[in-house]
């Protein structure tokens, strides 16, 4: 089915497959818009607060589409997010994406580990705002330069998290099953950190002058992301309303028309290998014919204004490289520019040379 997908949304620019058959059906090429680099290598870099508020701004209005269209991501993580030089920013790998119906158990074997939020290392379930926690470890990697919660297994994630933040008090332990509620509570206490501790105005940059953007601002927004208790945590629009985002706060942007979800039933019912295959290759079909009948030639970007995507992504700069996101810049030329996860609870992928996004 044909998606409308807001400007912070992956673009998905064609799907084909070389076999011409259902019955030879095995293999589909997935193709989108070409990124500069993912926010491993950014967390690498040192940016101005306008760069880091800019893109934060830009994870939220996503973030926000999503939820809007029903769909929770549930693996948000730096090398799920991707940027070009011109420091535009996009969601992308929505293989554990679900529908939030109420009728779907949600699983804890969801979310890389280290920004995976406690009512999911808990199970407790979870609500659309468990993608907040992870944005909020996201942003405390790219304040410190390195992971907030790097637990080895899910039972030491949960002591990364009190060590740091501290233990939750009984109001909150009372949320939890009998067996869970036992091994917190026999866990040592720990009083935990202030912010101002866990993140010094020396991690951030110099305030700035142009937008009043402060260290003070930042640390107070993840205050209010990285809270353990759910329904004490700041939703997705509130943060866009937060002093550190709102200087970038676009109504016609925000309030875009979410993702178009032609069947929000389907993450719920049971398929067996054939009978996804064949979902999967009426997919290709559909695509295949769409495109004969709109112009547009395989492996390139749709025309302006055509419906694959709202974005109407550009043809990539020959000079645009992942080396060269250090020039991103958060002066709009255009004003249309505003799994490696953990399936067991003890495993996880390296990523070789960018092991910070494990």
Known sequence: YVLMLPLQIIGLLNVFSPQKSLEEFADVYIVMELMDANLCQVIQMELDHERLSYLL????????????????HRDL??????????????????GLARTAATGLLMTPYVV?????????????GYQANVDVWSVGCIVAEMVRGSVLF????????WNKVIEQLGTPPQEFLMKLNQSVRTYVENRPRYAGYSFDKLFPDVLFPADSEHNKLKASQARDLLSKMLVIDSSKRISVDEALKH??????????????????????QLDEREHTVEEWKD???????????????????????PPLGAAV???????ASSSSSANDVSSMSTEPSDPTMTSDTDISL???????????CR
């Not at 993580?77 to 929505?94: H, M, Q």
């Open 279 to 301: 979902l999967i290759w009426k997919e290709v079909y559909e695509w295949d014919e769409w495109t004969k009948q709109n112009g547009v030639i395989r492996g390139q970007p």
């Open 346 to 356: 003890d495993s996880h992928t390296s990523l070789g040379a960018l092991a910070c």
């Open 77 to 94: 993580k730096p090398s799920n997010i991707v940027v070009k030089s011109d420091c535009t920013l996009k969601i992308l790998d929505f």
């Open 112 to 124: 890389t580990r280290y920004y995976r939020a406690p009512e999911v290392i808990l199970g407790m």
């Open 309 to 315: 995507i709202d974005s109407s992504p550009q043809p």
């Open 57 to 72: 701004y830009q994870m939220l209005c996503g973030i926000k589409h999503l939820h809007n269209a029903g769909i929770i």
């Open 243 to 264: 002093p550190y985002i709102n200087v970038w706060y676009d109504p016609a942007e925000v309030e875009a028309p979410p993702p178009k979800i032609t069947d929000k």
């Open 150 to 157: 790097p637990g080895t297994d899910h039972i030491d994630q």
